[in-house]
């Protein structure tokens, strides 16, 4: 979807800057409505689309508010004028019909509570890496999601081209107000003044740092505003209303707001690309106007000539990062090979057009593309229920559960939590009862259900979607999963009553808190009161997550000798064959792993130790 987050955008922003040479109120309005059709469009490709809409629309009020201050006094006298001025009657046009359009396409296309999320998505922003979902009890995926990694400015300034790239579309933001009548011998100098203000934000004295180095994100993105909204300011000061600041100032809002949601997640550099793109390309297209005048009035160079050595100067920029990106390419190894391919062709070729793969969610897309069969989940439904019970498929040493979970995912997903929880409206006992039944087949799963009192109807839609007969299914485990085994065994351990009491019970006075626990899970007052600090000492989503749920994993491999009934490993662990015990020697004495795991003639035989343990379990392959 990529390719969609960039176009969309930059279709839009084009559609928006058109209407600066626009006399044509019909034009102007009907440039406003295919806009307002693409934004709608766009909601099919991106749910998080709103953000070039909300964009234009913070741009359109900006505008506003200029052209009202600049032209204030005529107003005052006249509130008539406003309708009168042709700035101000353009800007309301656009305004008012790509409001409008972009409402109607957008809940025809996707539906008006997509179209109402322009206004709740930037508010749910700031919760992206929440441990908990933020209307429901289970897992937040994006947590684990490497593209949501935290950014620096750093990285992102390298990512776009670094320093002198990122430095050139800063100047493009300012390079992008523009005058009918051609620019004024003080905006030379204002255009200078600036070029020198943003390059000493990236200049090293000595050993020190730049500046935008030794400052917070903050006031870096206060500081590229700055020079514009300065220029905007003269500009109502002095009353001058011939500049056209749309292009500046929606290039500016895009650069700072998406440099601050790359810092929250690298994945949103992304978002910074096309206004990068527009600025970089205004920064070179004004120059090259400039200098080109310059070239051919001062220094007396034919037009031809002088044009020529510009392009080919102003081309020379692209050198490195036309090779950087040869580099990566050259360099990258795909994520498909043979085994992949020929093992999702068989089951392309061997399996029913029903079938269902499961795994986790990182290759999904891959195997709907080559196996041409349904997923679980992938990448664009990681956000569901599924994280956890594909999680506890893969951590439950019960065959009959993991066997349970699988037929409940492929007859209906979610949705037999779903039928419980509406008559039962509690996450925790709707819950209970699933785990109970899927284990059990229909008939036993059909009494359970009786034994809570269900009626048949509701027992019927609870059975079709945990106890149908399910489609043929494929489970894929690849080696890739042993790396992630901390991520999927963080979801399918989640522990649900932490999530609650994180959720429902952080903000609450302690003493509403500790009663909260105390009616919802029985727990006794000091359990209670414990609890509510222990929570209260959490000072970040990461150690909340870490709070909820733990992020059990695969240690790795040793290799272990062997010396009669005695297996001797290189990690200082003994195995005794002849009595299945498993020991070392450490500071604390001899100390044993919590559980080990042997195979026999009959099969898999576990050992549980007491004692002086340690946190994990050891398994012998022989």
């Known amino acids: 979807?990529?390719?969609?987050?960039?176009?969309?955008?930059?279709?839009?922003?084009?559609?928006?800057?058109?209407?600066?040479?626009?006399?044509?109120?019909?034009?102007?309005?009907?440039?406003?409505?295919?806009?307002?059709?693409?934004?709608?469009?766009?909601?099919?490709?991106?749910?998080?689309?709103?953000?070039?809409?909300?964009?234009?629309?913070?741009?359109?009020?900006?505008?506003?508010?200029?052209?009202?201050?600049v032209n204030f006094d005529e107003i005052k006298r006249n509130l008539k004028s406003i309708f009168l001025n042709t700035?101000?009657?353009?800007?309301?046009?656009?305004?008012?019909?790509?409001?409008?359009?972009?409402?109607?396409?957008?809940?025809?296309?996707s539906g008006f509570s997509q179209f109402r999320n322009s206004f709740l998505g930037p508010l749910s922003f700031p919760s992206i890496k929440a441990p908990v979902q933020a209307t429901s009890l289970w897992p937040n995926v994006l947590t684990t999601v490497a593209e949501l990694n935290e950014g620096s400015i750093e990285g992102i300034i390298n990512s776009i081209g670094g320093r002198f790239l990122f430095y050139i579309s800063l100047l493009g933001l300012l390079l992008a107000i523009s005058r009918k009548e051609g620019l004024r011998k003080f905006d030379l100098?204002?255009?200078?003044?600036?070029?020198?203000?943003?390059?000493?934000?990236?200049?090293?004295?000595?050993?020190?740092?730049?500046?935008?180095?030794?400052?917070?994100?903050?006031?870096?993105?206060?500081?590229?505003?700055?020079?514009?909204?300065?220029?905007?300011?003269?500009?109502?000061?002095?009353?001058?209303?011939?500049?056209?600041?749309?292009?500046?100032?929606?290039?500016?809002?895009?650069?700072?707001?998406?440099?601050?949601?790359?810092?929250k997640g690298i994945r949103f550099?992304?978002?910074?690309?096309?206004?990068?793109?527009?600025?970089?390309?205004?920064a070179l297209g004004k120059l090259y106007i400039y200098l080109s005048k310059l070239l051919s009035k001062e220094f007396k160079i034919h037009k031809a000539i002088?044009?020529?050595?510009?392009?080919?100067?102003?081309?020379?920029?692209?050198?490195?990062?036309?090779?950087?990106?040869?580099?990566?390419?050259?360099?990258?190894?795909?994520?498909?090979?043979?085994?992949?391919?020929?093992?999702?062709?068989?089951?392309?070729?061997?399996?029913?057009?029903?079938?269902?793969?499961?795994?986790?969610?990182d290759f999904g897309h891959h195997f709907k593309a080559l196996a041409e069969r349904r997923v679980t989940f992938d990448g664009t439904t990681q956000t569901s229920e599924a994280a956890h019970w594909v999680g506890k498929l893969l951590m439950t040493p019960s065959e009959e559960q993991a066997v349970g979970i699988l037929r409940m995912l492929d007859c209906g997903g979610n949705h037999g939590f779903n039928e419980i929880d509406k008559i039962k409206k509690n996450t925790h006992n709707s819950l209970k009862i699933l785990n109970e039944i899927i284990v059990l087949d229909r008939i036993q799963a059909e009494r359970k259900l009786k034994g809570y009192r269900f009626d048949a109807p509701a027992m019927d839609k609870i059975l079709q979607r945990t106890h149908c007969s399910p489609p043929e299914a494929y489970f894929i485990a690849s080696e890739d999963m042993i790396g992630k085994s901390g991520v999927w065994s963080h979801f399918g351990s989640w522990n649900f009553e932490r999530a609650d009491i994180w959720q429902n019970a952080r903000k609450m006075p302690q003493e509403q808190a500790v009663e909260y626990m105390m009616g919802r899970f029985n727990y006794t007052k000091e359990r209670a009161e414990n609890m509510y600090f222990e929570m209260q000492a959490i000072a970040s989503d990461k150690a909340a997550n870490d709070w909820v749920a733990p992020w059990p994993g695969y240690g790795g491999t040793v290799n272990c000798g062997k010396n009669k009934d005695i297996y001797i490993c290189s990690n200082g662990f003994q195995i005794n064959l002849s009595s299945y015990d498993v020991f070392a020697t450490g500071q604390q004495g001899i100390v044993r792993p919590k559980i080990a795991a042997f195979t026999t003639e009959d099969g898999l035989w576990r050992k549980e130790f007491n004692g002086t343990t340690i946190d994990f379990g050891i398994t012998l392959i022989p």
């Not at 180095?213 to 300011?233: D, H």
């Not at 550099?269 to 205004?282: D, E, I, K, Y």
């Open 1 to 69: 979807n990529d390719i969609w987050v960039v176009l969309f955008p930059l279709l839009i922003t084009w559609l928006f800057v058109s209407i600066i040479d626009i006399k044509s109120t019909l034009k102007t309005a009907i440039i406003s409505l295919i806009a307002g059709f693409f934004t709608g469009l766009f909601t099919t490709a991106w749910s998080g689309w709103w953000y070039i809409f909300d964009f234009l629309l913070a741009t359109i009020l900006f505008t506003f508010l200029y052209v009202v201050l």
């Open 87 to 109: 700035a101000l009657k353009k800007i309301l046009i656009f305004g008012l019909v790509y409001f409008l359009s972009t409402a109607v396409f957008a809940t025809f296309f």
């Open 189 to 263: 100098w204002y255009i200078i003044a600036a070029a020198v203000f943003y390059g000493s934000l990236f200049v090293r004295l000595g050993n020190s740092p730049s500046v935008y180095q030794s400052i917070s994100v903050i006031s870096l993105l206060i500081l590229i505003m700055l020079p514009v909204l300065l220029r905007v300011g003269i500009s109502i000061y002095k009353k001058d209303a011939s500049y056209d600041f749309n292009l500046s100032i929606l290039l500016s809002l895009w650069v700072v707001s998406t440099i601050f949601a790359s810092i």
């Open 269 to 282: 550099t992304l978002l910074l690309a096309p206004a990068f793109s527009v600025a970089f390309g205004v």
């Open 306 to 361: 002088g044009s020529s050595i510009l392009i080919v100067l102003l081309l020379l920029m692209y050198v490195n990062p036309i090779r950087g990106a040869f580099n990566a390419a050259g360099s990258d190894l795909p994520i498909i090979n043979d085994a992949w391919h020929n093992s999702l062709s068989a089951i392309k070729q061997s399996s029913s057009k029903d079938a269902i793969i499961t795994s986790w969610w």
